[in-house]
């Protein structure tokens, strides 16, 4: 496991089956198991994942405290709030996209040039949430 950077920011998501959820993240996009506190019954109570200098954690959602803050996307017919934007380098997009075809990610917008830059492509999870991840990186 390689040791990143501090995240300044790491958003958090609720999976309902957040065991899965954390295999097919790391198995599909690519991220590590940072750390993984398991709850009862085979939820997570905390998982921390990252990819290079970034970050997320995921719960499992019958664990959610705060649940009339947040929930996930099932509980909300499928709909998402937010994005999840992720850098990869343009000499290994191709393969991170077949990949995620491949794993099943639902393809929401096609690998294409982006007019701002780069390339990208955007997809749901297995937990509906909605990825992009793209060659353009806002701090070159």
Known sequence: MTTPAASS???GLLYENAGEALTWLCDTFGLEARLVVPGEDGTILHGHL???AGSI??????L???PAFYTHPAALGGVCSHGINVHIPDDR???HYAKAQVAGA???LPLEPKEYGG???SCRDIGGYVWYFGSYDPWA
Not at 57 to 62: A, G, K, L, N, P
């Open 50 to 52: 990252t990819l290079g």
């Open 106 to 108: 639902q393809i929401l």
């Open 119 to 121: 390339r990208g492509y």
């Open 64 to 66: 959610n405290e705060h």
């Open 9 to 11: 920011i790491t958003p």
């Open 57 to 62: 954690m995921i719960t499992s959602s019958e």
């Open 93 to 95: 997009l191709d393969a």
